[in-house]
């Protein structure tokens, strides 16, 4: 790829690695309630979902999803309904007293977290989109296959970051954290949004073709 390509690649795709969506949510909340470092290793869940979707969408067949409504539709009400049902658990759950910025909850595992990330990452059909439809915007035709693993090794690398900043945050937002009153209500906004999403996922139309 041309140096004038990835000049204008690299900050689009940082745009979409930062956008406010379910899985930077998820980055926020675990950075919030685990700590830094528990939020970034579980967004390696994230990642591999991603780099199915890369692999899916470089050999062609991320357009047989955008182009077929029952696939389309079965991927989307099983991301939203997954969504939904994240959202209401964590609405429900009653924290602790103390600050657990830097602690894990015993509920939970790192299993657990990255599963969540790789489950809302690959219900959501919209993300394979960004394979399908905006990569091909950067692809130089005489090098296909070196174009599509360069932008999407920079999509990782870069999607890391966007994880590590939200995680960063919500560990900050964890930290100031205190009474349990605070948690709960913590806990009720993010799973109100959580939720949020899953309801948009489930009213998303498929792209037109």
Known sequence: ???QTLLLFIPA???????FGPNNLLSLMNGARHGTNAAIVASVGRLFAFVIMIVIAAVGLG???MTSEV????????????LVWI??????????????????ESDYSLFDLMRKEFIVASGNPK????????????IEPNAYAQ?????????LILEAAAVAIYALIGARLGAYVKSANAFRWINRLSGSLMITFGVLLAFARKPAT
Not at 87 to 104: I, M, R
Not at 127 to 138: E, K, R, S, V, W
């Open 127 to 138: 993300a394979i989109l960004i394979f399908t439809a905006f990569f091909p915007q950067f």
């Open 87 to 104: 959202g209401l658990k964590v609405f429900l759950t009653k924290s602790p007293a103390q600050s657990v910025s830097t602690t894990f």
């Open 63 to 65: 357009a047989l999803l």
């Open 13 to 19: 795709c940082f745009a979409l690695n930062m956008a």
């Open 1 to 3: 790829m041309s140096l």
């Open 71 to 82: 696939l389309f539709s079965v991927v989307k009400w099983l991301g939203a309904v997954y």
């Open 147 to 155: 174009s599509f693993m360069i932008m999407g090794i920079i999509y």
